[in-house]
């Protein structure tokens, strides 16, 4: 009897510590009785921003020895300073021979490799895959050498990339470029192979023989096709994935004006802007598909009136995130061109002032062609951080705008979260340091962040606490967050809320917009 006692005693004492978020204290102690009592986190004070690498185990799909079907291989990646687990994972899979016959090579060596700067499945200079994911959907630019591979073996290349990103949870949809362009599906590149999804049967070979059969039955066909927009704030370009109808033997120049149509309708999602001016309401010529003298390269050339200059100023939209909407689409579904070239009221776009772009540095087109990595740094990133709910002390899931580039680094999250807030006694500025170890954020912040944590009531301070919790904890690894306030541990906030050690995550206190029970 005496021995269920303490076991009970125990549990009781292991709940009010979870009660309470931080390993090895109870809330309810009065700070009087904090004297003498040091709580180990095991973490160093942050002085600068360093991310741990993580492993996790990923499902790498490569291409059997026929090349008909894709064959699964179960890796552990490693993502590096804020890398995606997308990233690792497609570095990964690059660095395998294009083919393994599972008859003679034994697939745990596969698992073992680990990450290398080896390229698949040619070796040589050149620029290295770019990936962009946005919304659930990614958009991989692979070198241009793979234009060497046969349409069959490309395809399946292209395949073995969506099938590969497609397995990892939050990616549904996947476009696969090849030097940044749009291949397309036969030799002579009159049919685009549009956006992806990941094959369940693995029968590659099966998947582009129905594809093919549907370019020459003489029917039209339909494709997955990813359009991007203008974010509401005009500052980025967002992803929307649609079903396109395309004529039977259509040409590329009819892919053109389906694409450039479709870009006059916006999609509804509150984060895109929707009064975009119609690309095609400003033409002065029919676009056409031209041949660059100079270069000899396949172009998309539009030439657009005057009038689409103060259209843009009016919707507050800048020409750099016009042209790239452009570019980012067209260049992802119109097969066999090189680039977009754009002339307003006759004279040709070759340049965009550093003040223009997002990342502040001049952008030149080479060439006089736009092409799509060259709108990388304006592609956004829906994001989900932590905020307070109507109901005191609780949180709901609010969907944010971020930098896709920066969706994954901790800190940039953590920044979002407190302009969210727009409060004027805080903001990125005390963020001083943040750091990932093991399965905890260590975060350092100032000491007037901390000031104006314990003017809040126990309830504010709890939501402000859990909502960067929970939000620095969102699809990591790191389950934990420690915090420091210029340098210093603090012991309790108001209302009782133990700061001394390792925060949890806290899934109790997320509720839906209606007042039901939410999730992480």
């Known amino acids: 009897m005496e021995h269920k006692k303490r076991g009970l005693a125990l549990l009781l004492a ?302 507050k939209l800048t020409l750099g995130v016009y042209l790239g909407m452009l570019t980012r689409t067209l260049m992802g579904v119109v097969p066999g061109v090189d680039g977009v070239h754009v002339l307003i009221d006759g004279a040709a776009v070759t340049a965009l002032d550093a003040e223009k772009t997002p990342d502040g540095e001049a952008l030149a087109f080479k060439n006089e062609l736009m092409q799509s990595d060259d709108f990388l740094s304006w592609i956004g990133a829906p994001v989900i951080v932590y905020d307070g709910a109507e109901q005191s002390g609780k949180l709901i899931r609010a969907r944010c705008l971020m930098r896709e580039s920066e969706q994954n680094q901790t800190r940039a999250r953590l920044e979002t979260l407190i302009a969210r807030w727009n409060e004027d006694a805080v903001s990125a500025a005390d963020i001083l340091a943040v750091s990932t170890e093991a399965k905890n954020v260590v975060v350092n912040l100032s000491g007037g962040f901390a000031a104006w944590l314990q003017t809040l009531d126990g309830d504010a301070a709890r939501e402000k606490v859990y909502s960067m919790v929970n939000t620095m904890t969102q699809g990591r690894n790191q389950q934990s967050v420690i915090f420091f306030f210029d340098g210093e541990q603090l012991d309790e906030l108001s209302g009782g809320l133990c700061m001394r050690g390792r925060l949890t995550r806290n899934p109790g206190m997320v509720v839906n917009d209606d007042g039901s029970m939410g999730v992480l």
């Open 14 to 315: 292991l709940t009010l510590t979870l009660l309470c978020g931080c390993e090895g204290m109870v809330s309810e102690r009065p700070m009087e009785d904090l004297s003498g009592w040091t709580i180990e986190t095991g973490a160093d004070v942050p002085t600068q921003d360093a991310f741990a690498a993580e492993t996790q185990m990923a499902t790498l799909y490569l291409l059997s020895a026929d090349g008909d079907r894709l064959v699964p291989v179960p890796a552990e990646v490693t993502m590096r300073d804020g890398e995606s687990l997308a990233q690792a994972a497609l570095t990964a899979l690059l660095a395998f021979l294009p083919r393994i016959d599972p008859h003679r090579e034994n697939y745990r060596k596969f698992a073992k490799l680990g990450r290398t700067d080896a390229t698949w499945p040619m070796n040589g200079e050149g620029k290295a895959p770019t990936l962009s994911v946005s919304d659930g959907i990614a958009t991989v630019n692979l070198p241009a050498r793979y234009r060497a591979l046969e349409p069959k073996t490309l395809f399946a290349v292209r395949q073995a990339v969506a099938n590969t990103l497609g397995s990892l949870s939050g990616i549904a949809y996947v476009n696969v470029l090849i030097g940044g362009r749009e291949e397309g599906l036969d030799l002579g590149a009159t049919t685009p192979v549009g956006t992806l999804t990941r094959i369940d049967d693995l029968d590659v070979q099966g998947r582009y023989n129905r594809l093919d059969d549907q370019r020459l039955s003489g029917a039209g066909y339909t494709r997955l096709t990813t359009l991007f927009f203008p974010s509401a704030d005009g500052k980025m370009l967002l992803p929307v994935v649609r079903t396109l109808a395309y004529d039977a033997g259509a040409a590329a120049i009819d892919c053109l004006y389906t694409v450039l149509e479709a870009l006059g309708s916006v999609s509804a999602d509150e984060l895109i802007e929707q009064h975009v001016p119609e690309p095609m309401g400003y033409i002065s010529e029919m676009p056409e598909i031209v041949r660059m003298q100079e270069t000899g390269e396949q172009a998309i050339e539009i030439r657009f009136s005057g009038e689409l200059t103060q259209a843009l100023e009016e919707q």
